[in-house]
């Protein structure tokens, strides 16, 4: 592992240090910020710097596409559980349904013959 490595980390962790910390001040803002694809981004520009493989990137932009849909399963679920358990019974079947979310989507997907 080179200092480009250790780079990516830090930029990656700067990245969600800020989104907690603009959280902190208003939800709005830091929901703005968490709700924007930094991930992605930076998974796009690390892979293409990596490889130069434009195909590789615009493979990766179509799988996050598919899998973001039961990633939302987590945001509708968590509110409504929170209303009535505490944070981490809440959070944990939150995660839990949004498991279960991905494997249905990837069950769903294999089904019509879609590749990730």
Known sequence: MGWEY???VAITAVAVVAVTELAKRSSFWGAVLASLPLTSLLAFIWL?????DVRGVARLSRSIFWLVLPSLALFVTLPGLLRAWSFWPSLGVACLLTVAAYVGLVWALRFFHVSL
């Open 6 to 8: 250790f780079v990516k």
């Open 48 to 52: 293409y710097l990596d490889t130069g």
